[in-house]
């Protein structure tokens, strides 16, 4: 059996000059769990040029969506980001990570810490009804550069509250923490520093992080992983050590090793 299948783009979304989402159709057969990435791309010069990409659509739906940086001179995002309805795109067939929701302890609140594009697999994530019989709490956080950065901030802060079958759910668990540093708003403190200094518990108005309820996941780039988990640690949590053993938190390790 090939490892590739072929989608088809059913709609793309541009946020800003360097961000945008797509959606294509999605085999049957392709199964996934939250949190997984999976290697896509376009055939370049008759050959395949594969990205690794995080799923941000839940695995109950019937399309799959990515969220994707549009990188000037990347092999890959320089076409990528010219795609249109009715395109095709490749699809690796076995989707993996270490961004899974079960190599959590059992806890009360999950913090999701996301920078860039690093919301993709939290996108899936919120939108699984599992997270919410897990947690009482889901706390996403955003942190981006600019305000233009904070894609699906309307679908989450707002449209995902009217959900049919999560909306309930939603609008009482979910808090959502945007965060931009590099212009003015509301919480400008990088991730890290929010969760050393407490500030990230007293900006939400919620009990100080402690290490027997409260749970993370964390995706970004390699400098927000490694100063995220040093937060987390200095705070006295415990990163799951590998895939199946279960910690207080997990992160992409694959983006980590890359
Ligand atoms: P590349 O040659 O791959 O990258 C060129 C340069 O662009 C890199 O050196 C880096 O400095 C920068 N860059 C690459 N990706 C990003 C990014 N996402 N944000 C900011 N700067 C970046 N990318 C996504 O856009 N969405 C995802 O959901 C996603 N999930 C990933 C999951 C995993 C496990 C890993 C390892 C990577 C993921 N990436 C994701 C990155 C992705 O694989 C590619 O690097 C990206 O698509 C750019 O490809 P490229 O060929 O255009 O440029």
Redesign the pocket.
């Known amino acids: 059996m090939s490892s590739l299948q072929t989608q088809t783009v059913i709609d793309v979304h541009h946020w800003n000059e360097s961000l945008f989402s797509f959606k294509t159709t999605r085999e049957n057969s392709f199964r996934f769990e939250n949190g997984h990435?999976v290697m896509i791309g376009l055939k370049l010069d008759g050959k395949p040029c594969l990205?690794?990409?995080?799923i941000?659509s839940p695995n109950w739906s019937e399309e799959l969506e990515?969220?994707?940086?549009k990188?000037a001179d990347?092999?890959?995002?320089?076409q990528l980001q010219h795609l249109n309805p009715g395109d095709e795109v490749l699809v690796g067939t076995k989707p993996v990570?270490t961004l899974v929701m079960r190599d959590l302890r059992p806890g009360k609140r999950l913090f999701l810490f996301s920078s860039?594009?690093g919301l993709?697999p939290f996108m899936s994530i919120i939108r699984d009804l599992e997270v919410y019989e897990r947690f009482e709490q889901v706390v996403l956080v955003h942190s981006v550069r600019q305000v233009s950065d904070l894609a699906y901030r309307d679908y989450i802060g707002a449209e995902l509250a009217n959900h049919e079958y999560l909306g309930e759910f939603i609008s009482n668990q979910l808090v959502y923490l945007p965060v931009v540093t590099r212009e003015s708003f509301d919480v400008q403190t990088r991730i890290p520093e929010l969760i050393s200094t407490g500030a990230l518990t007293d900006t939400l108005g919620m009990e100080p992080l402690n290490t027997s309820e409260d749970r993370a996941m964390i995706c970004g780039?390699m400098a927000m992983l490694d100063d995220t988990k040093a937060a987390l640690e200095g705070c006295g949590f415990v990163g799951s050590p590998s895939q199946g053993e279960v910690g207080d938190f997990v992160i992409?390790r694959?983006?980590v090793e890359?």
């Open positions: 990435f990205r690794a990409y995080s941000a990515f969220f994707s940086i990188v990347g092999k890959l995002t320089s990570g860039g594009t993709a780039s992409e694959a983006f890359r």
